[in-house]
C-alpha cells in the first residue's frame, strides 16, 4: 500500500526536524568537547605558571634544587596549595597533566618518572634567579579528557542532550502529525468532491473555512459543481422540451394519416393542409434548432459590415405592419436618421424579426407595439416594449431560456418554438451587445438592446 499525502508531509517534516535536531546536537557536542578542553588547558598553564613562581622562590631561599631532589611530596604538598584541596591523593585532582622539572642543565629534578617526549608542544615555563636560568617547568598539551571526574562529566552531558533530543523528536512528530492533518484536511474534502463529481453527483460541494490558497481553490470547486449542476439541468430539461416539442406534431401528423387510412378522413385539400402546417411547425423548430446550435458551438456564420442599423429596423417594421394590422395591433417606431454598426444584416434582421414576430403572437388585440431607438454616447440603445399581457418577475428571468414560454402552456397554438429568445440573445452576444427583458410602461413585456457603434477608421481604399 502506497503511502498517502498525510503520510509523505508528516515524513517529509518530521524527518527534516530530525536531521536539524541531529545536527544541532552534534554542533553543540563539538563545541562543549573543545571549550572543555580549551578550559583544562588554560588551567593547566595556570598552575605551570603558579608552580614555576613558588619554585623560584623556594630557590632563592635555598640556594639550590637539593630540597626538591627526590622530594615529590614537597611538590605535590606545592600543588595542592593551589587546588586549596587537603585530601592525601596524590598527585592533586587539578592537575590533568604530566609534568617535569628541570634544572639548568635540562636534567630532571622532580615530576614525571617517564621520558621526555622529543616532539612535545607543551606548556614551558623557564625559571630565572636574578637574570640567571636556573631551571624549566614542562607539561604535556592538554588534548583529551583523562580524569575519570571530567570524562564522567562529558558522558553525563552526551546522555543528556540526546534524551533532550529524544524527547523534542517526539514532540516535533507529535505537532508534525497534527500539522499534517490539519493543513490536508481541505485537500481530503477536495478529493473527495472530485470523486463525486467524476461519479456524477453534481450537488457535491465542500465546506470552506479559510481564505488562502486551498480555501479559494474550494470555492472555485463549489462553482465549477454548481456550474455542471446547472448544466446538468438544462440538459435534462432540454432533452425532455426537444422530446415534447417534437412528438406533439408527430403525433398530428400520425393521427391524421392513420384517419385516412382508416376511411375516417377523406384526403381533401384542407386534410392535406392540415399536414402541410404541421410539417411547417417540424422545420420551423429543426431549423431553430440548427441555428441555435451553430450559435452555441460558434460556427454560426457571422460577415460584418458597416450597415445601418435604422435601415434594418425600417425594413422588418415595414415586413410586419399588415399582419399587425390584420390583428388590430399598432405599430410605432421612433428611430434617429441613420446609426452606423459593424455587424452582419442578415443576424440582425433575424434578431429584429425574432422580436417582432413575439410581439405579433402573444400580445393582445387592440394593444401594439413600440420601437424606441436612441444612439447613446458609444452605443445604439433599441428598445421593443408592447402592451398587455405582461409576465411576473419570475417569469422575466426564464425569458431567454430554450423552449420556456411565459404563458406557462406545453400547446403550439401561438405557434412559437421557445427558441427565439434565446437565438436573439446568441445574435446580440455576437456582436458585443446586451439583451435584457423588463416590465413594460404599456403593461407587457420590454426587451432592451445595446449594440455597439462602429468605430471609424479613416478613409478606405
Not at 423588463?438 to 403593461?443: F, T, Y
Request: aromatic fraction near 8%; proline fraction near 3%; charge should be neutral.
Amino acid at each position: 500500500m502506497r503511502p498517502g499525502i498525510t503520510a509523505k508531509l508528516f515524513m517529509a517534516i518530521f524527518f527534516t526536524c530530525g536531521l536539524v535536531l541531529i545536527t544541532m546536537n552534534w554542533g553543540v557536542r563539538m563545541s562543549f568537547e573543545h571549550g572543555f578542553i580549551d578550559y583544562i588547558r588554560q588551567s593547566n598553564e595556570q598552575r605551570v605558571e603558579l608552580l614555576a613562581d613558588t619554585l623560584q622562590e623556594q630557590y632563592k631561599l635555598h640556594g639550590s634544587w637539593e630540597f626538591l631532589q627526590k622530594n615529590d611530596k614537597l611538590i605535590y604538598q606545592i600543588m595542592r596549595s593551589f587546588e586549596q584541596n587537603n585530601g592525601s591523593s596524590l598527585p592533586p585532582q587539578g592537575w590533568r597533566t604530566k609534568f617535569w622539572i628541570l634544572d639548568s642543565h635540562d636534567q630532571r629534578i622532580g615530576g614525571s618518572d617517564l621520558p621526555i617526549p622529543p616532539d612535545m608542544k607543551g606548556t614551558r615555563r623557564v625559571m630565572n634567579v636574578n637574570g640567571v636560568n636556573i631551571g624549566t617547568v614542562l607539561s604535556t598539551p592538554a588534548e583529551r579528557l583523562t580524569r575519570n571526574a571530567d570524562i564522567n562529566f562529558d558522558r553525563q552531558q552526551n546522555r543528556t542532550s540526546w534524551i533532550i533530543v529524544g524527547f523534542t523528536a517526539l514532540l516535533a512528530a507529535a505537532v508534525t502529525w497534527l500539522l499534517s492533518r490539519g493543513m490536508l484536511a481541505p485537500v481530503k474534502r477536495l478529493v473527495q468532491g472530485t470523486h463525486q463529481l467524476a461519479a456524477g453527483n453534481f450537488s457535491s460541494r465542500v465546506k470552506v473555512d479559510s481564505q488562502d490558497e486551498l480555501g479559494k481553490l474550494a470555492q472555485d470547486f463549489n462553482q465549477l459543481a454548481t456550474t455542471l449542476e446547472k448544466n446538468e439541468q438544462m440538459r435534462r430539461a432540454f432533452m425532455a422540451d426537444i422530446s415534447h416539442e417534437l412528438r406533439t406534431p408527430l403525433a398530428v401528423l400520425r393521427g391524421e394519416l392513420e384517419a385516412m387510412q382508416d376511411g375516417v378522413r377523406k384526403m381533401t385539400l384542407d386534410s392535406l393542409g392540415s399536414l402541410q402546417s404541421e410539417v411547417s411547425i417540424l422545420t420551423k423548430l429543426v431549423d431553430d434548432l440548427y441555428q441555435l446550435s451553430l450559435s452555441d458551438a460558434g460556427a454560426l456564420a457571422y460577415r460584418k459590415e458597416e450597415i445601418d442599423a435604422v435601415h434594418l429596423i425600417q425594413l422588418a417594421e415595414a415586413g410586419y405592419r399588415d399582419r399587425f394590422q390584420q390583428k388590430q395591433l399598432t405599430l410605432r417606431s421612433t428611430l434617429p436618421e441613420k446609426v452606423m454598426l459593424f455587424g452582419d444584416p442578415q443576424r440582425l434582421s433575424q434578431l429584429f424579426n425574432n422580436l417582432l414576430e413575439n410581439s405579433l403572437r402573444y400580445t393582445d388585440g387592440g394593444g401594439g407595439l413600440e420601437i424606441i431607438a436612441s444612439k447613446r454616447d458609444k452605443s445604439l440603445r433599441i428598445v421593443f416594449q408592447d402592451t398587455a399581457p405582461g409576465i411576473n418577475n419570475e417569469q422575466l428571468q426564464h425569458i431567454f431560456e430554450r423552449f420556456y414560454r411565459a404563458e406557462g402552456s406545453r400547446n403550439r397554438a401561438s405557434g412559437g418554438s421557445g427558441l427565439g429568445l434565446a437565438i436573439c440573445q446568441n445574435i446580440v452576444e455576437a456582436h458585443g451587445g446586451r439583451i435584457s427583458a423588463s416590465h413594460s410602461p404599456s403593461g407587457g413585456v420590454c426587451i432592451i438592446i445595446s449594440l455597439p457603434l462602429s468605430i471609424p477608421l479613416g478613409p478606405r481604399n
